[in-house]
């Protein structure tokens, strides 16, 4: 009993403390083809640049998290004395603005040796203005990065049908537009109206899917957690009894939960 009453405490200590934002240190290279990122592990394809405007990065595994941390958004910065965030800035404060850059995960990293890879606008956003050029040639910079709220204004969650999917049985969808600052971990699909639940497991990156499709319209809930904070998420009428392949649906719902993080540093300043 004095055991479970210690774990406990230890644990609402924990979580009493635990961050909103955690702040890291790292490194950072580019990609010098456009498409390299778009084309990435979460398999978003072109839609990939309707999440940040062109504005991507492949993550280590670390942040790609097997998948999970497709869609997360991050800003990347340069250090500033005693801090250590996560958006993207470099350290040559001659060079880099210390505003920084806001990046969506598209892509896994394998490359340790950096912790993010950048598009090309992504990398010169880091830069004052006129030396994005001189930015170009470094190559790679130490940068220090926390992870962000995505916010996608006047925009649900959105579930986009692959062409993959065949009727009656076999249904691949990829998620857009997450917000907060969660991870879908979890997603269970059944008919409107139906509690009879089935899972669908994660093919790749952002997308899921299942081999029994219940009939008719469909109904979505999502597990959705991060640190310290998780919950279920219920969109009751997302696709329609005659959904069709590559067409992309509202869920009706949005994610707007901030999970927090342990960590050794919080982040309570604005950049």
């Not at 958004?73 to 993207?88: G, M, S, W």
Request: charged share 15%; net charge positive; aromatic share 10%.
């Amino acid at each position: 009993m004095a055991l479970f009453i210690c774990f406990l405490s230890l644990l609402l200590f924990s979580s009493a403390t635990a961050c909103d934002r955690c702040l890291y240190q790292s490194k950072a290279a580019y990609f010098s083809k456009a498409n390299a990122l778009s084309s990435g592990a979460c398999g978003y394809g072109s839609l990939a640049l309707g999440l940040s405007g062109g504005h991507l990065a492949a993550g280590v595994s670390s942040l790609y998290k097997d998948g999970a941390g497709c869609g997360a958004c991050f800003q990347v910065l340069r250090p500033e004395p005693l801090l250590a965030l996560y958006k993207i800035r470099c350290n040559n404060s001659t060079l880099c603005s210390s505003k920084g850059t806001n990046v969506t995960i598209t892509d896994i990293n394998h490359n340790n040796q950096t912790g993010f890879v950048l598009s090309t606008r992504a990398f010169m956003a880091m830069a004052n203005h006129g030396m994005g050029q001189h930015i170009l040639k470094l190559g790679t910079v130490e940068v220090e990065y926390k992870r962000i709220p995505c916010e996608y204004k006047n925009q649900n969650l959105a579930v986009r049908v692959e062409e993959s999917s065949q009727k009656p049985n076999y249904l691949a969808i990829k998620l857009l537009y997450q917000g907060g600052q969660t991870e879908i971990v979890a997603i269970d699909v059944a008919q409107v109206g139906s509690s009879n639940w089935n899972f669908m497991k994660r093919n790749h990156g952002a997308v899921w899917d299942t081999s029994r499709a219940p009939n008719g319209a469909l109904q979505f809930r999502f597990v959705v957690t991060s640190g310290y904070d998780g919950k279920w998420i219920w969109a009751k009428t997302v696709l329609p009894a005659d959904w069709k392949s590559g067409v992309v649906y509202d869920s009706g719902v949005q994610i707007n939960d901030i999970a927090k993080e342990g960590c050794f540093h919080c982040d309570y300043s604005h950049w």
